[in-house]
């Protein structure tokens, strides 16, 4: 299967600092990418849709000013945790979505563990 | 959001048992998509299905398309150890998000 790169792996920063996490796709195009969240034992929340050359799409409840998304090309976006505090301490995993024609494939990232502290 | 029913929720099961677990939705989808987790890394994708009644191949992994539309069903055949991990469906219509189960965690005794 296609190949999803994120870096970094783990990171851990202090409170009140930014912190960015990138996404890129190896071996295809994506003009649609997602960021997800995902707490212990607990399944995938979606955070926001990006799509290149436009403006992410968050899901409710998401502050956007607090986590910006930017999708610059088909192979890369970033999430940026601003002003991070312990809260924001999480898994967090990028997606992107290889489509042709009707049919998808999406492929997931290894995940990016943020410490806060 | 909108979430799948997926059951069952835990297994524990021998090494060299067959596993069986499925996804079921009120909606219709036009994709369901099988992944694998494991503990500290990204889903990994095991079968996607595209066609209502499609039954699908991957190893010792079959999947299969619900003529409804509304579900689908994982075989895992002669389980191994490595098989260890919680299992997602989704399920996807359109270019919209992804629809996901809470998961299925999957035990195998040696």
């Known amino acids: 299967g296609a190949v999803v790169s994120q870096h970094p792996s783990w990171v851990i920063c202090k409170s009140g600092t930014s912190v960015k996490i990138e996404c890129r796709s190896l071996?295809?195009?994506?003009?649609?990418m997602f960021w997800y969240r995902q707490f212990p034992k607990q399944s995938l929340m979606l955070m926001a849709t990006?799509?290149?050359?436009?403006?992410?799409?968050?899901e409710q409840g998401v502050e956007k000013d607090k986590f910006l998304i930017n999708h610059a090309s088909l192979t890369l976006s970033t999430l940026t945790v601003t002003s991070a505090h312990p809260e924001d301490s999480s898994f967090y995993i990028c997606?992107?979505?290889?489509?042709?024609?009707?049919?998808?494939?999406?492929?997931f990232g290894p995940g990016t563990r943020l410490t806060v502290t | 959001g909108q979430q799948l029913n997926q059951s069952p929720q835990s297994m524990f099961i021998q090494e060299g048992e067959d596993v069986s677990m499925n996804c079921t939705s009120s909606?219709?989808?036009?994709?369901w998509l099988w992944y694998k987790q494991d503990p500290g890394e990204g889903p990994v994708l095991l079968i996607a299905?595209?066609?209502?009644?499609e039954l699908t191949s991957n190893g010792r992994l079959t999947a299969q398309f619900g003529i409804t539309r509304k579900d689908s069903f994982l075989n895992i055949s002669a389980s191994i150890p490595s098989d260890v991990g919680i299992y997602f469906c989704?399920?996807?219509?359109?270019?919209?998000?992804?629809?996901f189960g809470k998961g299925t965690r999957l035990s195998v005794i040696a």
């Open positions: 997606s992107a979505r290889d489509q042709w024609g009707l049919h998808y494939e999406q492929y």
């Open positions: 071996d295809f195009q994506a003009t649609t």
């Open positions: 990006s799509n290149e050359g436009s403006k992410a799409t968050y």
């Open positions: 909606s219709i989808f036009n994709t």
């Open positions: 299905l595209y066609k209502a009644g």
């Open positions: 989704a399920g996807v219509s359109g270019n919209t998000p992804l629809v």
